[in-house]
């Protein structure tokens, strides 16, 4: 397993990272506990989940499954989103979500805490204060965001510096060949002031893995849900499948593993985090960690 520094900080996390959003949506426990050691005894460090994923369930499913095992993995989560607890990011509901978490995930600290999404009703100030403090509490290691824009996570990152708060150490955008808004502004910033990037749908929803090429298998999420089909699988999203494919098939890898290497290739990313439903999905994931695309086969998948 490849491990890459997190943004400017000393934190090393595995290239491939493990995303849990299907943990308890589509993922039973036991499945879950499976994935998570498999995970461990690939070598893959990076954990990440959010208190909003299954109601909760996905962080006690994570929680449970690294008991015995919890200082082998970078633990991150994020708060900000609706629960039952409440939402947003000032500073009285961070400090209610983080015990939840806490609680849930059944430790005494986290490794990575993400806000999961910017807070216009709450000053930023106000949360990285708030966030500060965890992190002198020594309940939170670093912070991170997820879902930012370029002006947002500047404007962190000055206040941060303004204050001699901690700053944002990583950031979560989506990022694959269909979505590539990232690349404009947000990852110049990144490399330019030393911000991980935890990429995030690195398949695109399966899209990249070829499956919609021909037709729309049925019990799909594109079957099941036909906003998301209206919404995502356009005719560009088939074209960056097809080239996909295509590689894939030269190189004799599955597609699921070239749509992954794609998005490591690019300098700004730290590690892709692959969300798995099922066990065969996760070691096909894992697989990606073992080889790395060409820079002509970079560029073939780039041009669109």
């Not at 050691?37 to 893959?44: E, T």
């Not at 991980?196 to 037709?215: E, H, Q, R």
């Not at 088939?238 to 290739?265: D, I, M, N, Q």
């Amino acid at each position: 397993m490849q491990y890459r520094r997190l943004g400017r900080t000393g934190l090393k996390v595995s290239a491939i990272g493990l995303g849990t959003m299907m943990f308890g949506e589509k993922t039973d426990s036991a499945t879950a506990s499976r994935i998570v050691h498999r995970a461990l005894d690939a070598g893959v460090n990076l954990i990440d989940v959010a208190d909003v994923y299954a109601g909760g369930d996905s962080e006690r499913m994570v929680g449970q499954a690294l008991q015995g095992r919890r200082t082998e993995a970078v633990l991150a989560t994020k708060l900000g989103r609706p629960t039952g607890l409440g939402e947003g990011l000032s500073r009285r509901y961070v400090f209610q979500a983080v015990e939840a978490s806490l609680q849930r995930l059944q430790t005494d600290y986290i490794d990575l805490y993400q806000v999961h999404r910017w807070d216009a009703e709450t000053p930023i100030e106000e949360t990285l204060f708030a966030l500060n403090d965890l992190v002198r509490q020594g309940k939170v290691r670093y912070i991170g965001c997820s879902n930012f824009t370029a002006w947002q996570l500047c404007k962190a990152l000055w206040v941060s510096d303004l204050r001699s708060l901690a700053r944002f150490d990583s950031v979560q955008p989506r990022y694959n060949l269909v979505f590539r808004e990232a690349e404009a502004e947000l990852f110049p910033l990144c490399l330019s002031e030393g911000v991980g990037v935890l990429a995030y749908s690195p398949l695109a929803g399966g899209i990249l893995t070829g499956k919609y090429l021909d037709d729309v298998p049925e019990g799909s999420r594109a079957w099941q849900n036909p906003a998301w089909q209206r919404n995502r699988l356009t005719q560009y999203a088939r074209a960056a499948a097809l080239r996909v494919v295509e590689v894939a098939r030269r190189l004799g890898r599955p597609p699921g593993e070239v749509a992954v290497r794609w998005c490591l290739a690019n300098p700004a990313v730290t590690s892709a985090l692959v969300g798995p439903r099922t066990e065969p999905q996760w070691e096909e994931a894992l697989q990606a960690a073992a080889w790395t695309l060409y820079p002509e086969d970079v560029a073939a998948l780039s041009h669109d």
